[in-house]
């Protein structure tokens, strides 16, 4: 079990990815879409999907209840506008989770210590992988960052390895932590969502393990994660 505390050196840590990797969160998109335009019309719809993408490229992650805020100018004495609070922070994230994702998770826990390491705000994120019952099966190991490939010190400090293996949707992130973390580091690219499809192909050909989905990794044994074990692209259920 990791510690808060002193923890001991691992001989492999498991780091998971939660939006696109563990859930669904395109399809969360567009359900919180699908709402905005039946409470507020077309136009708002597009007007909060626009605030949000000038609001991630301010901050450089998805700020939902951030978006809400500015969307409420003019909205003010709409009572559908406080409505929508309690939709993002009570919406059904665990309807989400891809197929054999709390599967998968308990068996990496079986190879060696697991935790999520993710980008996001300190309210929302957490809410959604407690929703999600993310943090209840990883018992708590989750770290949130601002921008998790910036943050690996601080990742080491918390879950000491000799080695770690990263789970992601998004294989500029898996570049940039090898790049920082070479050899110690197992990339594993998760092809799923918008974010996946859009990489890149040399980009996306970097990574050391390609799967379909995540509950692929239910198939692997740790040999499969350690330094120059062959490649086995598994296919999907």
């Not at 002193?6 to 563990?22: G, K, M």
Request: with cysteine.
């Amino acid at each position: 079990m990791l510690s808060n505390d002193v923890p001991a050196t691992a001989s492999v840590v498991f780091l998971l990815d939660v939006d696109n990797t563990l859930l669904d969160n395109d399809r969360f998109a567009a359900d919180l879409g699908d709402t905005l335009q039946q409470a507020f019309g077309a136009a708002a719809r597009e007007r909060y999907w626009a605030i949000y993408a000038q609001l991630r490229d301010e901050l450089g992650y998805a700020d939902y209840l951030g978006t809400l805020q500015r969307f409420r100018s003019g909205l003010d004495n709409d009572p559908s506008l406080l409505q929508m609070s309690k939709y993002l922070l009570e919406y059904p994230f665990a309807e989400r989770l891809y197929p054999h994702a709390l599967a998968t998770v308990a068996h990496l826990r079986t190879l060696g210590p697991t935790a999520i390491l993710s980008d996001g705000d300190v309210v929302f994120q957490p809410r959604k992988i407690q929703r999600a019952g993310l943090w209840d099966a990883l018992r708590g190991e989750v770290l949130i960052y601002l921008h998790k490939q910036r943050m690996l010190v601080a990742m080491q400090q918390r879950y000491p390895a000799a080695h770690y293996v990263m789970v992601d949707d998004k294989p500029q992130i898996l570049a940039e932590m090898k790049q920082h973390l070479g050899h110690r580091l197992t990339t594993v690219f998760v092809e799923q969502g918008h974010y996946a499809a859009q990489a890149p192909a040399d980009v996306r050909a970097a990574a050391d393990i390609h799967i379909a989905c995540i509950g692929d990794l239910r198939e692997r044994k740790l040999v499969d994660f350690l330094p120059d074990a062959p490649v086995i692209n598994l296919p999907a259920d």
